[in-house]
């Protein structure tokens, strides 16, 4: 789908098509366990989060080289360019990589390679997200915080992903408001597989200005009045949640109840190589299962653009909007 938008909740790892996992696993001498890209297509059957991130983690052994990295971005980029993203916020990994010997140094600097280029290249604007693995300790995000200190100008924000459930936000207090002092913008997975009080612990504890996922919120009338009052955006995946079996089928997504008790939700692809389409096959998909009409579409639209880190080019946000109110279905 056309409609011009920001994608807002994008893990770039997860972007790692099966054809680019197999050239680059021959380019850097790695075995994988699959055949080939079939068998490994068939492996995309997952019962919940975890089995999700087993593969996800494994498959990334293929990611070595600042070249890696950059053409991982700059196929995401120009995939994403033929569905309507004008502006993409995009996760990384560094502890996931790093854990493997890559310098968080290589795996930035190539990012940033095609991400300085995407604008010019694919019409996207974009920002870095520096996740952190909630299920490592809180003593490695601060090291990996420290170790990102000299790419600051490449990061936005930072965020917090991987396994949920075990794992509150209450664990990264220390490192969330020291990534504050340094001038990041904070954001965090929660309500994906956690609870409400997870989400209530990454608003009132990590000050995070959107949650990612926050699709259990709903579970809680008080946190809803909070995050309306507030205008606390909700980055959606409805794909994944189905992938994930947080949601049995599409058509029980609670998006458009969401929409209708006045939250900020946008909607996303969070790993689309993983979880069957991009953002422009998600709002398709979200067409189709929900009935939502073409002025639903367009205020989707126009929420990921006024959720979106670009306080610092408001010009740019209005350029977007406009483009939003002006597309023709
Ligand atoms: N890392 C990549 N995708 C994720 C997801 N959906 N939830 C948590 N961590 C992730
Ligand atoms: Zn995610």
């Known amino acids: ?64 080289t ?12 120009a995939r994403a360019a033929q569905q309507g993203v004008r502006h993409a916020e995009i996760f990384f990994d560094p502890q996931a990589h790093t854990a493997r010997g890559v310098p968080i140094a290589t795996v930035i600097e190539g990012l940033a390679r095609a ?13 870095l997200i520096m996740c952190f693995l909630r299920d490592e300790t809180a003593e ?59 989400i209530w612990e990454a608003l009132d504890i990590l000050g995070v200005e959107r949650v990612d996922h926050g699709l259990r919120s709903m579970e809680d009338p008080e946190l809803v009045e909070r995050l309306v009052r507030d205008r606390v955006p ?17 058509e029980q997504h609670p998006l458009r109840e969401m929409m209708a008790a006045g939250l900020l939700v946008t909607v996303n692809s969070d790993d689309p190589a993983y979880f069957g389409g991009y953002v422009g096959d998600t709002f ?3 067409h189709e299962a929900l009935g939502l009409d073409q002025e639903q579409l367009r205020e989707l639209a126009r929420n990921s653009f ?16 406009a483009e939003v109110d002006a597309h023709v279905f």
């Open 1 to 64: 789908m056309h409609l011009p938008k920001a994608e807002l909740h994008l893990h770039i790892e997860g972007t790692l098509e099966p054809e680019l996992a197999f050239a680059l696993a021959e380019r850097n001498g790695v075995k994988l366990p699959h055949a080939d890209t079939e068998e490994l297509r068939r492996a995309y059957l997952f019962d919940d989060l975890q089995s999700f991130l087993d593969l996800y983690y494994a498959l990334m052994a293929v990611l070595r």
């Open 66 to 77: 600042e070249e890696d990295f950059e053409e991982l971005a700059d196929a995401y980029l």
């Open 115 to 127: 991400l300085d280029r995407g604008e010019e290249r694919h019409g996207i604007s974009t920002r």
């Open 140 to 198: 490695s995000a601060l090291a990996t915080l420290a170790d990102a200190k000299p790419h600051l100008h490449r990061i936005a924000a930072v965020g917090l992903d991987s396994a949920e459930v075990g794992h509150p936000p209450s664990k990264f207090r220390e490192v969330y408001e020291e990534a504050a002092a340094l001038g990041l913008r904070r954001v965090a997975h929660a309500g994906e597989e956690g609870p409400p009080a997870y």
């Open 234 to 250: 909700l980055t959606l995946c409805p794909l994944s949640n189905v992938r994930l079996r947080t949601i049995d089928i599409l």
């Open 284 to 286: 398709h998909a979200v």
């Open 306 to 321: 006024l959720a979106a880190f670009l306080d610092d080019d408001e010009e740019r946000r209005a350029r977007y909007l």
